[in-house]
């Protein structure tokens, strides 16, 4: 991996895979801007909270990388009700939030991404570009996403909806371990997400985890978007064991999917709108 300290002092940068390097598919990555600083003990850096949202048992994720002196951090999937808590931590701690990101276009609640960013001035919002969505950053599978030394992995996990997309902790040794996966509603804990609305497909979603997810390192640990039976974290070992619909063969993961029976979220008519454009629909409307 070659790194190119093109903008010194830098606490949060993202990177894409140059055309090349995607054309011939390696999965290596030219940094076109960095922090550069030193590397201390990985597992010190870290700082690592699951949030939870009782409406829509929505998890949210805050790290940090708190060897920096600034303590550059991020929150993964925030949900618009509990933007106080999640911002009032984040002072609480001396965290400076600079990404607020999805990992895909939810259905089921409105994003706090856009909330986020008339509160904290700086803080930029990310989702994947395959959602069509509206966010600063837009992002696909192999770019990395840094927040101080520490960095996410974007790996492309489709088939929930079109542009679900994984966060993957590094895998570089100055980088915590075991891994974190973001799973998002791609791989949840001993289940998965629908495939009956926003462009889902069991076929693509059943290829993204055993592709994407379940290649990981066993020790990985799974962080979903959302828990409805009490749990709060698996790991890629232990799904590949014990999930009731990933470890079938394809033909029976898909007559699964096809007969969930599940209501639609209660507020998709809502939030779908809303999460293309950052959660901001009702704040404009609101002349926010
Ligand atoms: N009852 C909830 C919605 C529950 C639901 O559909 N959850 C989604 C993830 S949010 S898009 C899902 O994929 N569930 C899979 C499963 O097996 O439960 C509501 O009304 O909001
Ligand atoms: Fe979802």
Do not use: W
């Not at 805050?62 to 002196?69: G, K, Q, Y």
């Not at 959302?226 to 799904?239: I, W």
């Not at 699964?256 to 409307?285: F, R």
């Amino acid at each position: 991996m070659l790194r190119l300290s093109l903008a010194p002092l830098r606490v949060g940068s993202f990177s894409a895979m140059p055309a090349m390097a995607k054309a011939r598919g390696f999965r290596s990555h030219r940094m076109v801007k960095c922090y550069s600083t030193s590397f201390g003990q990985s597992s010190k850096k870290l700082l690592f909270r699951q949030l939870f949202e009782q409406e829509s048992s929505t998890y949210t994720y805050l790290l940090a990388d708190v060897s920096h002196p600034d303590k550059p951090a991020l929150l993964i999937d925030p949900v618009d009700k509990k933007v106080e808590r999640d911002l009032s931590l984040v002072k609480e701690l001396g965290l400076k939030l600079i990404y607020a990101m999805n990992t895909h276009v939810h259905a089921d609640h409105v994003t706090g991404t856009g909330l986020i960013k008339t509160k904290v001035p700086g803080v930029k919002s990310i989702i994947s570009k395959m959602s069509k969505s509206k966010a600063d950053l837009l992002v696909e599978n192999g770019d990395k996403i840094y927040f101080g030394d520490l960095y996410l992995e974007v790996r492309a996990t489709p088939g929930h909806t079109i542009g679900c997309v994984t966060y993957v902790t590094g895998d570089a040794p100055d980088q915590p371990e075991p891994r974190m996966a973001f799973t998002g509603d791609a791989l949840l804990i001993r289940g998965c997400g629908r495939t009956d609305f926003q462009g889902g497909c069991s076929h693509q979603l059943y290829n993204s985890v055993h592709s994407q997810i379940f290649t990981l390192p066993k020790d990985t640990l799974i962080y979903p978007a959302h828990d409805y039976k009490g749990f709060t974290v698996s790991t890629v070992g232990e799904e590949m064991l014990y999930n009731p619909r990933l470890t079938k063969d394809e033909e029976t993961f898909k007559d699964i999917m096809e007969n969930l029976n599940l209501s639609y979220p209660k507020m998709i008519d809502l939030a779908v709108p809303a999460n293309m454009v950052c959660g901001l629909q009702d704040l404009s409307a609101k002349g926010a």
